[in-house]
């Protein structure tokens, strides 16, 4: 089946400092693709909509400026968190569409700590 | 707008008895339904969906889950615990294909030996 990868896989980062996750798509190609963030114990949220050639969507209170996402191609979209403070620390995931309603391939998620 | 509410933030069983974690869905258009599963430190593992071609859906690892409309509701279920079935299970929604999708905050289900 389709997979998403994500890299890296752990960071860990000094505050104050940027990071970049990269969102790729590895045998299909995806138009579309979509940032969650997981806080400790809690479920995943939307941030943001990654479209290619176009601009980012970004949810409601999602800072655009800090979260930077790049769809440079159709099978890579990049999270750059700019400026990472330890409120930042989260789990990173995305996911594309499959094609279908009913398919969405996730990618392993990226566990970011900034100290 | 779609959304999930998952009912018991904590589920807590005996090994080999019954499982159920409860989902309800709010959707204005037919919806697509999903159960994946977490385990400590990893990502999401899908468990099973609802497509509309069956409205009892069976899953990974034993698992199950039927759509009723009536009570728009998809619960999980799993006859007999496995200590190995301890992790966060989320269920979540969409409505169409280049839509994100919308989870509920999750049931940590707990197998007690």
């Known amino acids: 089946g389709a997979v998403v990868s994500q890299h890296p896989s752990r960071v860990i980062c000094k505050s104050g400092t940027s990071v970049k996750i990269e969102c790729r798509s590895l045998?299909?190609?995806?138009?579309?693709m979509f940032w969650y963030r997981q806080f400790p114990k809690q479920s995943l949220m939307l941030m943001a909509t990654?479209?290619?050639?176009?601009?980012?969507?970004?949810e409601q209170g999602v800072e655009k400026d800090k979260f930077l996402i790049n769809h440079a191609s159709l099978t890579l979209s990049t999270l750059t968190v700019t400026s990472a403070h330890p409120e930042d620390s989260s789990f990173y995931i995305c996911?594309?569409?499959?094609?279908?309603?009913?398919?969405?391939?996730f990618g392993p998620g990226t566990r970011l700590t900034v100290l | 707008a779609q959304s999930v509410t998952q009912l018991g933030s904590h589920v807590s069983v005996s090994e080999g008895a019954l499982v159920l974690l409860r989902c309800n869905y709010s959707s204005s258009v037919p919806p697509y339904l999903f159960w994946y599963v977490q385990y400590p430190n990893q990502g999401l593992q899908l468990l099973l969906k609802y497509t509309s071609a069956a409205t009892l859906v069976k899953g990974i690892n034993g698992f199950e889950a039927e759509f009723k409309k009536s009570e728009t509701s998809f619960h999980l279920t799993k006859p007999s615990a496995h200590m190995s079935d301890a992790a966060e299970y989320f269920c979540?929604?969409?409505?169409?294909?280049?839509?994100?999708?919308?989870f509920g905050k999750g049931t940590r289900l707990s197998v007690i030996a």
């Open positions: 996911s594309a569409p499959g094609g279908l309603a009913d398919t969405q391939y």
């Open positions: 045998d299909f190609q995806a138009t579309t």
């Open positions: 990654s479209n290619e050639g176009s601009k980012a969507t970004y």
């Open positions: 979540a929604v969409i409505s169409s294909g280049n839509t994100p999708l919308v």
